[in-house]
């Protein structure tokens, strides 16, 4: 139940970034058409309309939008304005995540944060030419806190389920061994009464299974 739990979690919320940088990449797409200029000189443009466009989708998607150029600069972030100290990252680290998106789905991206988060990362990338050249990224990072609480909540509600139907189960089994037991208990002092001479004691026949046979074979007796 745990791993099936965190698995959801974490698909939910990979859904989520992925149609979040759809979008940013969409409206990044469009301007750049619009300014016929590349991803670094685009973002630094728009970038004070990006700050009230993207704000809605990153409270959307519970995370902070990062725009990161080709060349490891850091050109936009939206949100936790103290997340990255930083405002360049190593050609090293942007080989890294470039091939290794999911690898780096957990993590500080090698120390351009303090702390460990889910990152979803969204390549841009140039096929003129038959090559695809990577111009910039999209980065979108959360904090796993958002994930932990979700995974709690959902093992809250298993787990109050689950007594839910423990108690159930207690009272039903309660039911179902009071009908059983109770002729029994009438047969055991009916034979009572019987060895001490009452032969007019008569067991009461209020079903129709083994018991009732046995108490009807009784009574004719």
């Not at 509600?157 to 009438?186: C, E, G, M, N």
């Amino acid at each position: 139940i745990s791993a099936a739990v965190t698995t959801h979690s974490i698909n939910t919320k990979s859904d989520l970034m992925t149609k979040t940088a759809k979008v940013v990449y969409a409206e990044i797409s469009n301007s750049m058409k619009n300014t016929d200029l590349g991803f670094n000189k685009t973002v630094i443009k728009e970038k004070n309309k990006y700050y009230n466009i993207f704000g809605s989708l990153a409270e959307y998607s519970e995370s902070c939008i990062v725009l990161i150029g080709a060349d490891g600069e850091i050109l936009f972030k939206n949100g936790d304005y103290d997340l990255i100290k930083r405002t360049k990252i190593s050609q090293g680290t942007i080989n890294h995540i470039r091939k290794n998106t999911k690898d780096l789905r957990f993590g500080n991206l090698e120390g351009l944060f303090e702390e460990r988060r889910f990152n979803y990362i969204y390549p841009i990338e140039d096929g003129q030419n038959g090559e695809n050249r990577l111009i910039g990224i999209i980065l979108l990072t959360s904090t796993s806190q958002g994930l932990s609480d979700v995974y709690g909540q959902i093992i809250r509600v298993l787990i109050v389920a689950s007594l839910w139907v423990f108690f159930a189960a207690i009272i039903i089994v309660y039911f179902i061994t009071d009908r059983i037991t109770t002729p029994i208990k009438q047969i055991s002092l009916a034979v009572d009464d019987y060895t001490k001479g009452n032969f007019d004691v008569r067991i009461p026949v209020k079903s129709n299974d083994e018991i009732a046979t046995l108490s009807v074979a009784f009574n004719n007796m």
